[in-house]
């Protein structure tokens, strides 16, 4: 039971918590107010990079740095993230197109990434993605690239080869499955609907809960959880976002296998982004397939001390057994010793393109 003084305790805390609010409120407008100004110097200048990843990133670095908490780092640079949204809304509302439909663990990467302040557009499939942003129908555009448990995206690399696009950023986000449905209970579920890659993520959980119960593959998992929001016999595997969107209650949480699961997803657009001090360079860059040739491509990366962060292949399909390499270097293009890295590289190579230097994501925080 609450006293009299619990109840003068807390009301006193409440009034602590109403003034601080205030002040956080008049300082948040303060800021916004200069991020204005900044539109408005960008603008005098001629400039369109209202967006700027490496600034985002420093400042959410320097939230992290200086946190003491209680708030997490995590919590805090979400906080910083939705504010600096709505501050780059004000300068300038931007469209991010990104694999759909709603509910999609690629929309979840785009809010993580951007904020909650930009317009999300869904598309139907990676390569509309490239299209919206080469057509300038959307500013940016966000896919996935790789998973911890499944692999490369073969599709958006293949994507990337023939693109002006650049790669602009980087996003990794703990992918954590849960199982949603009208069903009440595992028992009345008679069918289960996700993409191909996430019933392969929960087999195990899968066969131990739902052993019989038919498994149905769809494009995606914003596809099947709105496929079965009308059916109280089937449940989808899905983003918790998808839950919210299509009124879907999770009958099970984090029903996946593998619980380190990631998928990183690429942020494409057209400018090229600075140094932020913490960056990956991706290159793509094509041989002529000769003895001790990968080696003489990479010596010179671990001679300057230069980290290959990943090395990815695929058939080049101008002739059978040529291959284009997918590398990611740790660094930004600017940086002398990852310049030199890419000239040597270009000397052995029939052609390499830089596909873009872009700052590092910052932790795989749980959708
Ligand atoms: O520093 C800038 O260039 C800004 O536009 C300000 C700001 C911010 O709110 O801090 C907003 C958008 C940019 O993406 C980066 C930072």
Redesign the pocket.
């Known amino acids: 039971m609450s006293t009299p003084s619990d109840d003068d305790a807390l009301a006193d805390a409440r009034a602590q918590i109403d003034e601080l609010d205030q002040r956080i409120h008049a300082l948040i407008n303060e800021r916004a107010g200069i991020?204005l100004k900044?539109?408005e110097i960008k603008q005098a200048a001629g400039r369109t990079d209202?967006?700027?990843?490496e600034?985002?990133a420093q400042?959410l670095e320097r939230v992290a740095a200086r946190n003491e908490g209680p708030l997490s780092d995590e919590a805090a640079a979400r906080i910083m993230r939705e504010i600096?949204s709505a501050?780059?809304a004000l300068?300038k509302p931007m469209t991010v197109a990104y694999l759909g439909p709603e509910g999609t663990y690629t929309q979840a990467a785009v809010y993580k990434h951007f904020g909650h302040a930009v317009l999300a557009s869904p598309k139907p499939a990676i390569g509309d993605i490239f299209r919206d942003v080469e057509a300038g129908n959307a500013h940016f555009g966000v896919v996935p690239v790789e998973n911890s448990t499944e692999g490369v995206v073969t599709h958006t690399l293949d994507q990337l080869v023939g693109s002006r696009l650049s790669i602009c950023g980087e996003v990794a986000l703990a992918v954590h499955h849960h199982l949603l449905s009208h069903a009440g209970e595992l028992g009345s579920i008679k069918r289960v609907v996700a993409h191909a890659q996430s019933l392969a993520q929960c087999r195990n959980w899968l066969d131990t809960h739902l052993p019989g119960v038919v498994r149905e593959a769809v494009a995606s998992n914003g596809e099947a959880a709105r496929r079965v929001a009308g059916d109280a016999t089937a449940a989808a595997i899905a983003a918790r976002a998808a839950s919210d969107f299509y009124d879907l209650p999770i009958l099970a949480s984090n029903i996946e296998d593998e619980p380190n699961n990631t998928t990183r997803f690429l942020v494409l657009g057209t400018q090229q982004v600075a140094a932020s001090g913490n960056d990956m360079t991706s290159i793509l860059v094509s041989i002529r397939n000769r003895p001790g040739m990968l080696y003489r491509l990479l010596a010179p990366a671990a001679d300057a001390g230069v980290d290959l962060a990943r090395i990815e292949s695929r058939p080049s399909r101008r002739q059978a057994w040529d291959y284009n390499f997918f590398i990611d270097i740790e660094g930004h293009a600017d940086d002398a010793p990852v310049r030199r890295v890419i000239e040597s590289i270009e000397a052995e190579a029939v052609m390499l393109k830089i596909l873009g230097s872009y700052p590092r994501s910052i932790g795989r925080d749980a959708e």
């Open positions: 991020a900044v539109a209202f967006y700027r990843p600034r985002e400042v600096m501050c780059l300068e």
